[in-house]
């Protein structure tokens, strides 16, 4: 096949699925209001625990950096796709293609390996509570946040670099959502077997050592829940441990479909629902899951609410 030259000039179109949609303006209408509930509940979530000291302990520190990390990736793939289909235009410039997979691996990445942090936090604070200030003390807490983002930064940067080094044939649509490595190596006219084999080891040795140490976690959580005497104790642990399970199943779900999954095991429909679910479907649901009944979260709310209007209080007062 004839390969086309100009793709670093022209850059690609993504026919993604609100172009293949029967329904694009309801489809258009729903991933609009995920997206502004993503934006709105992740943002709250950073403000409270910003702002009440209450909640500055490992716990809601971790918490944090996932909303920022949903809060990125969402924002990285979806106001294009928004403004692209309203525009009724859907190029991207080679270098954004670029920028936009470096984004959604670095930003996916770390979320995947926030997650065994916070599952190993979980099992601190419920197995070993008496040394839970030691074992997550400030420098264990800082190293947990910044491995996700160095790892998963190194990681982005390799593949990111590679996939895009390969001379692509004449076709430029990328049938899905976003630029992601899958798809565009579909495009590729080049041998990509040795590639995507690594892809899959990539994948693999990214997300299965982090799910085990996740289950590992839960698992002897769940063990020293059952032997607790205290039934509210018993209650909110279990509470606790099913929140972030949900999210463990929900990332770590679409995760593995995406890229642990054999290349010939691909169709555009399939990515693409895919991609919509952790690109915008889990950011929404994350803030969410962990906080409508998290009482510490929601008295903080309250109280940063309390605070904002006393202010705004004293400001009429003194207008006045």
């Not at 209650?235 to 990332?251: E, P």
Request: include cysteine; charged fraction near 10%; charge should be neutral.
């Amino acid at each position: 096949m004839e390969l086309y030259n100009s793709t670093v000039e022209s850059g690609f179109i993504l026919v993604g699925i609100l172009t293949d949609s029967g329904s694009p303006e309801l489809l258009c209408a729903t991933i609009s209001v995920l997206y502004m509930l993503a934006l709105t509940s992740n943002g709250l979530l950073l403000l409270v625990i910003t702002m009440d000291v209450r909640l500055h302990v490992p716990m809601y520190l971790l918490l944090s950096q996932l909303s920022l990390m949903d809060l990125m990736l969402t924002s990285a793939v979806i106001p294009k796709t928004l403004v692209d289909y309203l525009r009724g235009e859907n190029a991207i410039s080679f270098e954004g293609c670029a920028l936009q997979m470096f984004l959604v691996l670095t930003l996916g990445g770390a979320e995947g390996l926030l997650l065994a942090f916070m599952a190993y936090d979980r099992y601190v604070a419920i197995c070993h509570p008496l040394n839970y200030m030691v074992l997550m003390r400030p420098r264990i807490c800082w190293l947990m946040v910044a491995t996700p983002w160095t790892l998963a930064f190194l990681n982005s940067v390799i593949h990111t670099s590679y996939t895009m080094h390969f001379p692509f044939c004449m076709t430029r649509q990328i049938r899905h959502l976003l630029c992601e490595i899958p798809p565009l190596l579909k495009l590729a006219c080049a041998d990509t077997s040795r590639y995507e084999f690594m892809v899959y080891v990539s994948g693999s040795v990214f997300l299965m050592p982090s799910l085990a140490a996740i289950l590992a976690s839960y698992t002897f959580v769940l063990v020293a829940v059952l032997h607790m005497s205290s039934g509210e104790g018993r209650q909110k642990a279990l509470f606790t441990c099913s929140s972030h399970l949900t999210v463990v199943g929900m990332y770590y779900g679409a995760a593995m479909f995406m890229y642990v999954q054999p290349s010939s095991h691909h169709s555009p429909q399939q990515d693409n629902i895919l991609s919509v679910f952790y690109i915008i479907i889990t950011p929404a649901l994350n803030p969410l899951i962990y906080s409508l009944r998290n009482k510490e979260v929601m008295g903080a709310f309250r109280r940063v609410l309390g605070r904002f209007s006393l202010i705004q209080d004293a400001h009429l007062v003194m207008s006045i």
